[in-house]
């Protein structure tokens, strides 16, 4: 076994370019791996944690809003932006037949630095009548929110027990989020009371484009939980029908898009990842082979100084095995530092929720994309493993092959 591990370091350090070729397949082979699986993995987690945050059935916006750019991002994701209707709309909408729960949320999008400590969205609630935003508002600041709190997503430079400035008005930092790896992660949560002082203090600054909106009289979104013995379509379709200049969505439609192409960008990633694969197999293979070919006088003189056969079958496979780990590491470091630094960045130009996988996950994911990689490595090596093993001493020592 030492003669083996001897000659494979050898080998290996006699041979620096063929070794660095191998080494890099490997990590490209690694690197491949590490990303797209984390990748996918990222994009799943964020969807999950979207879905998570939405517990009604149907919600209910102004028909002027549909026409916003990034109305869904706003509505779904915490992406800065507004709108209102008269509150006469949510009275209309609890009237009709087939509604178990409903509430409201206000929206204000804090766009400009020069208001308050950051740029952001602020989203409040009616913990009164809140079915969905409450249950995980409790459980992270401990309880409800009294007048001038707030919970803070995950990605805030601030923390609890800090304070927060918008438009003149100090907040008390209560909680922070879990992160969700959409802009939820830098969006701000309150109670009504609190969003309606912001809102006035904005007027009152003049730091906004909506100058007759009296904060008290409106709404920007209804949130609505469909009674048993009653479908979800029923619902929808009854008040898009009688509650006019609304628009009413099922969040399960709204999230399919998200959904749909969470599926096509990992389908392309496995596509990419596979074409990887094979063709850096076939590259090793051949290199492989190549260099097994090359190498045959110097098995052939081994086998003469009473190598075994099964030790010159070794010779190739440990050195295959030290090649592979040795790119298999460093491709997954490059991996890793392609991926967890840049998630922000990631997120911003698929579009879509990106919540990385807990470290334990990170490093499950790391270790299976090391074993896979190096027994990929040596199965590629395996055919001229076992090619050499069965080499004729005399016909290659005498030139004749």
Not at 118 to 135: H, R
Not at 243 to 263: C, H, N, P, Q, Y
Not at 264 to 285: C, N
Request: charged share 20%; proline share 2%; with cysteine.
């Amino acid at each position: 076994m030492k003669l083996t591990e001897s000659l494979s370091f050898r080998n290996i350090k006699g041979r620096p370019v063929r070794t660095a070729v191998l080494i890099a397949l490997t990590a490209i082979m690694a690197m491949s791996a590490i990303c797209g699986s984390l990748a996918v993995m990222s994009l799943r987690n964020g969807l999950g944690a979207l879905e998570a945050r939405l517990g009604a059935d149907i919600m209910t916006v102004p028909a002027s809003a549909v026409s916003k750019q990034d109305f869904e991002n706003i509505v779904l994701q915490g992406s800065k932006g507004y709108f209102y209707m008269d509150r006469s709309y949510y009275d209309k909408i609890a009237e009709r037949e087939g509604i178990e729960k409903i509430s409201y949320q206000l929206y204000l999008a804090s766009a400009s630095a020069g208001c308050c400590s950051v740029p952001l969205q602020i989203i409040g609630y009616d913990p009164d009548t809140d079915f969905t935003v409450s249950p995980w508002i409790r459980k992270s600041a401990g309880g409800e929110l009294k007048e001038l709190d707030v919970v803070v997503g995950n990605d805030l430079s601030v923390f609890v027990g800090e304070t927060i400035t918008f438009y003149g008005v100090t907040c008390n930092v209560k909680a922070k989020l879990d992160k969700t790896g959409n802009d939820l992660d830098t969006a701000v949560y309150t109670d009504i009371g609190t969003i309606k002082r912001l809102i006035a203090a904005s007027l009152e600054l003049g730091m906004n484009d909506f100058k007759d909106i009296d904060p008290d009289k409106v709404v920007s979104c209804v949130l609505i939980k469909v009674a048993d013995g009653y479908s979800v379509d029923e619902v929808l379709n009854d008040l898009n029908l009688h509650v006019r200049r609304t628009k009413s969505f099922k969040t399960t439609d709204m999230i399919s898009g998200v959904s749909e192409s969470l599926a096509g960008v990992s389908g392309i990633i496995g596509i990419l990842m596979a074409a990887v694969w094979v063709l850096v197999l076939v590259i090793l293979f051949l290199a492989v082979y190549m260099s097994v070919n090359e190498r045959k006088k110097e098995f052939a003189v081994l086998r003469v100084a009473g190598a075994s056969r099964s030790r010159l079958a070794g010779i190739v496979m440990s050195e295959t095995l030290i090649i592979t780990i040795t790119g298999a590491v460093i491709g997954i470091f490059l991996g890793l530092l392609m991926i967890l630094p840049f998630n922000g960045l990631i997120e911003e130009s698929t579009g879509l929720p990106f919540l990385l996988p807990d470290t334990l996950h990170i490093i499950i994911c790391a270790f299976v994309a090391l074993a896979a990689s190096v027994i990929a490595g040596m199965l590629s090596s395996l055919g001229s493993a076992k090619r050499i093993s069965r080499i004729d001493t005399g016909v290659i020592l005498r030139g004749d092959n």
